[in-house]
């Protein structure tokens, strides 16, 4: 790391060691369609066909969870966060896969026995082709289907996994696949994107209900990405607006649906939606980086004139994740938060490092302020497909891949971080 990069995260990194309770729940996440890869029937796979978006090979998770969940049991990591390729164990409408659901009882069944605690989500941002052409969800008849898979998940992996997660991050989905375009089924279009908003919403209370009525009965989260946006010029009233119209829609409606059951989207009716309150036994709060309303559009936002910046060009602002917390905390009392995603895109490992520690240093003032954090999921373990960089050098993994032979390696963060878990301190004089 410069000796520039080294001077921005001084001010963001503890001052004093921090212990972390030993129930404190350390975890890493990923996503199927991203660790898994490969030919599958789905719109990204779709997308990559026709150029838009990166190929996706995978790391190999499909074929070596095994060892990826011992590699993250040794690091001391107890809790990993995957997903369901919808597309793999519904491959055609109304034609369930048992072997692919095999395959998913199994890697939760060696989790399990690593002494890691999977933590099983039904949909990150991909659809079988089958459905996305049929319209999605955007199309009210077809939410019958996304349900009916969830029930045959349930059922499927209940007896081997006690935790579920409905969808990861249904608001960028709505953001990026309807309003901004860039992701499939890539539309622009605002009513789209607000009747979406809706639509997701409902889905997740209804899913919610179907999955607490499994036997046994799993504890369900939400997972949403905190996007904490700012005017970048505080002084400019239409930034400052633009800044405030986007957050009463993407965080607004999502945190009042999910305390009251009202769903107020701007241009629609207000709709009530039966058992949406309080539909979470846990917020699951994403956080990378605050978002800027400037005059070139959305970018990055830093309270630093020289923050640290990631390969991705994003700015490095912890306080978003602090924030956040305590505004999510505050939203929904009573209701536990768990960071379920957090991490870096970066080659320099003591970037990685600094870049945790930062965050987790502000975890902990969200603590001391009251929020119930109870514990924090690294995104991710081993690198995989990003979404709009493929396999590109920015990586997000604690352990990287030989791509020609998979083996994996763990890197300076992996070993950084399995000493605070074993420790339960981070000490800011073993920050690189
Ligand atoms: C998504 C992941 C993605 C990560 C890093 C998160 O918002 O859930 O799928 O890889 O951001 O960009």
Redesign the pocket.
């Known amino acids: 790391m410069s000796d520039a990069d080294r001077a921005r995260f001084a001010p963001l990194l503890p001052r004093e060691p921090i212990r972390f309770a030993p129930d404190f729940a350390w975890g890493v996440?990923s996503?199927a369609f991203?660790a898994e890869g490969g030919d599958v029937a789905n719109d990204w796979v779709a997308a990559a066909r026709a150029g838009r978006v990166p190929p996706n090979p995978g790391n190999g998770f499909w074929t070596r969870a095994e060892q990826d969940l011992a590699l993250a049991a040794s690091l001391g990591l107890r809790h990993y966060r995957l997903s369901v390729e919808w597309s793999r164990v519904e491959p055609a409408r109304g034609r369930f896969d048992e072997a692919a659901f095999d395959r998913y009882r199994a890697i939760c069944d060696a989790a399990v026995a690593a002494g890691v605690a999977p933590w099983v989500n039904l949909f990150?941002?991909t659809h079988p082709t089958w459905f996305a052409e049929r319209g999605g969800f955007l199309e009210p008849a077809n939410h019958a289907d996304f349900l009916r898979y969830v029930e045959r998940a349930g059922r499927a992996l209940a007896p081997h996994a006690r935790h579920f997660h409905v969808s990861?991050?249904s608001m960028?989905y709505v953001l990026t696949g309807y309003l901004m375009g860039t992701n499939p089924p890539f539309v622009r279009d605002a009513a789209s994107a607000f009747a979406m908003t809706r639509h997701v919403l409902a889905l997740h209370a209804d899913a919610f209900r179907i999955l607490k009525a499994l036997e046994p009965q799993p504890t369900v989260a939400t997972?949403e990405?905190y996007l904490d946006p700012r005017p970048e010029q505080p002084d400019d009233a239409l930034q400052r607006q633009a800044a405030e119209r986007f957050d009463a829609w993407y965080h607004g409606v999502l945190l009042e649906a999910l305390a009251t059951g009202w769903v107020r989207v701007p241009a629609r009716a207000p709709e009530e939606i039966g058992h949406l309150r309080g539909a979470l036994d846990c917020y699951g709060f994403?956080y990378?980086n605050a978002t800027s309303f400037g005059a070139d559009g959305p970018g990055s936002w830093s309270d630093r004139g020289d923050p640290p910046v990631d390969a991705?060009g994003r700015k490095v602002f912890p306080g978003g994740l602090e924030d956040g917390l305590v505004r999510v905390a505050r939203a929904l009392p009573g209701v536990p938060l768990l960071v379920t995603?957090n991490?870096v895109?970066t080659t320099d490992e003591a970037f990685r490092i600094r870049y945790v520690a930062a965050h987790l240093a502000a975890l902990e003032r969200a603590r001391q302020r009251g929020a119930d954090v109870r514990g924090y999921f690294h995104?991710?373990l081993v690198d995989?497909?990003?979404?709009h960089f493929g396999f590109g050098p920015e990586r997000?993994g604690l352990v990287g891949f030989d791509p020609a032979t998979g083996a994996r390696h763990a890197r300076a963060s992996a070993r950084w971080l399995a000493e605070v878990i074993r420790t339960g301190v981070l000490d800011p004089a073993r920050i690189p």
């Open positions: 996440a996503s991203q990150h941002f990861n991050e960028v997972i990405v994403n990378y991705m995603e991490g895109p995104w991710t995989n497909y990003e979404w997000f």
